[in-house]
């Protein structure tokens, strides 16, 4: 009888065993990969014996990277080849023979080598169809958009179905319409996107791939203290509408989190490291490969360097300061009481913890940084309070929200200096959460080759 129970008892724990290896099994990981800009050109403008050269070494070495990783697609944002080193000239423009015919040939000699590793998808982003001035086209080379139409029909504006996932990508060229029959002047990118949107919006996952991202909160997102003219706000507030779950760009030529001011997290993605996203059950995982040698190292893309101190005050309701100006200086803050913050690696700064704060006071926070990589420095702040953003005297960006979302200013409406820069936040307390981060920094490029200044 004793053996009898010794036995039964082993036979449930092999059963419950079995079934934990079968669910392990059955959890099925979604991997897939995404860059921005091969860009390839001619070696030398205009020699075609000089053979073709990409935007960096790595695309030479993508689809063995696709199979070790096991992806199951790539994506491309855009800029796939560069026309215009076709030209004759020295700058390389002025392209108007039937050169661009190389180019595509190019081209699919490049995506069979994909062939039995993995599907990969693509959209154009206007270098494609470079420069024509003698046939009187200001930019576009028409007979290159012609031709890319003819042969890539399902390639314009169009979108793949994998169970619960809709991935879909859209023919942003530097105007989103240039690829439609109406031309520049018609709309039909924004109601295909709406259209496709509207059919597909209880899918679980969907995933939007473009080619020119927003420099700027602001230009996306815009309030009534800075409104940007610019198309792209209909086009954002689509994708927030219908919540999609990620977007990803190229056309900077670099990697970078662009912040999720929509509700859903956007990125850069560029031409030196991957960006590789995992989906597992609710589970989503973004890493930038960054050890392309071993496929090892992968950099958490949301683990971004901070701000690490602060100069804060308290200025109760019923003190009063105007600060209702795009500029602003250090000297405004003079008289005030400061307290020296130390902020630890998640960079966030707690107030309650350091203030007794109160439903309508305001906080001045001060900071000063030197930046790594300057020329090319992006900030983003994450903040439950509504805020004000002046970086070097220039304000950035007026948010009257209690958001508690990502804002990304591109290095392109920011100007900083090597050694010192002041950034001055307007803070003002509205609910319970009371706390903020700046990061600075973040380009996968910087981190990789500064990283020990970085630590620092």
Known sequence: MREFNFLKKYFFISLLFVSILYSEEKKEVLRFLVMGDPQ???????????????????????????????????????????????????????????????????????????????????????????????????????????YFLKKYPDNIRYFIIDGQNIFILFDKTHDWDYLSPGGFKSNDSLIWLEKTLEKYKDFKYKWFFGHVPPRNVTEWWPNREILEENKNIKLAKLLEKYKITSAFFGHEHDEYFLGDKGGFPMFVTGMRYPLLVEVSNDEINYSWVTDITNLKTFLNAFNLPVIDFWKIAVMKNNEKISIDTEKIENDLFKDLDFKFIKVDKSGFVNLEKFFDLKIGDKLVAISEFKSVYYKFCHLMIKS??????????????????????????????????????????????????????????????????????LKN
Not at 46 to 66: N, T, V, Y
Not at 83 to 104: I, Q
Not at 388 to 409: P, R, T
């Open 40 to 146: 390839f050109g001619l070696k030398i403008p205009g020699d075609f014996e000089s053979g073709f050269i990409w935007s960096s070494p790595l695309w030479e070495k993508m689809p063995e990277i696709c199979k070790k990783l096991n992806v199951k697609y790539f994506f491309i944002c855009g800029d796939i080849f560069a026309l215009e080193t076709a030209g004759k000239s020295k700058t390389g423009k002025d392209v108007c023979d039937e050169s661009y015919k190389t180019f595509y040939n190019e081209w699919e000699k490049y995506l069979k080598r994909f062939e039995g590793v993995c599907k990969i998808f693509w959209i154009v982003g206007g270098h494609e169809f470079a420069y024509c001035k003698e046939k009187g086209e200001t930019y576009w080379n028409n007979s290159s958009r012609d």
């Open 384 to 453: 439950s309070l509504p805020f004000s953003i002046w970086v070097n005297g220039k304000l950035l960006e007026k948010n009257k929200e209690q958001d508690d979302k990502y804002h990304f200013y591109s290095s392109y409406s920011i100007k900083l200096n090597e050694d010192k820069n002041l950034i001055i936040l307007f803070l003002e307390v509205k609910g319970e959460k009371n706390s903020f981060a700046v990061f600075k920094d973040f380009s996968v490029n910087v981190l990789n080759k500064f990283s020990k200044e």
